[in-house]
């Protein structure tokens, strides 16, 4: 079983700055209302095979869902694409990003969250794509709003 959800934003900041808000693992926690708790496990970060550990609160529920992440190799990526995955429960989930700069200080992410596995179909009544949905459309505005707030704050100084 699979379901695939995707999404297209707009962020108005350079590519650069995007990146460096995403690249900052450590600092997920202060901007994100999702994540409790991030921390990369190996010494080398955001190369292929690295792992970091990520808790997401799935407020107004009383669940807090911790899992292992491996990012893919960005050499085996095309340029600008992020990839990162991990399973539990017997689903496998896969997050991609590709971020592209549209236009000076105009930065789109085309995010596609995948998730596969054969228990999937016993997440179904929980309603595990909208969860899924809900997870990455909150992600994505968190650093929308992050990066954009940071990269106005350094222009207007």
């Known amino acids: 079983m699979r379901s695939t959800i995707s999404q297209s934003t707009m962020i108005n900041a350079p590519m650069k700055s995007v990146m460096q808000s995403f690249y900052d693992i450590d600092n997920w926690p202060s901007w ?19 792992k970091f550990l990520m808790s997401i609160s799935l407020d107004p529920l009383p669940i807090t869902l911790t899992n292992i992440f491996t990012v893919t190799d960005p050499l085996n990526l095309p340029k600008g694409c992020i990839e990162w995955n991990a399973k539990k429960f017997g689903i496998e989930s896969k997050h991609f990003w590709q971020l592209k700069e549209i236009q000076p200080n105009v930065t789109q992410i085309d995010s596609i969250e995948t998730i ?10 929980l309603g595990v794509s909208l969860i899924i949905k809900y997870l990455n459309n909150k992600w994505v505005q968190d650093l929308k709003k992050t990066t954009e707030h940071a990269f106005q704050r350094t222009n207007n100084n």
Do not use: H, M, V, Y
């Not at 994100?32 to 690295?50: H, I, M, V």
């Not at 596969?116 to 009544?125: K, M």
């Open 32 to 50: 994100s209302q999702l994540c409790t708790r991030a921390n990369f496990l190996t010494k080398s970060e955001w190369d292929g095979n690295s």
């Open 116 to 125: 596969t596995g054969a228990t999937l179909f016993l997440f179904i009544p």
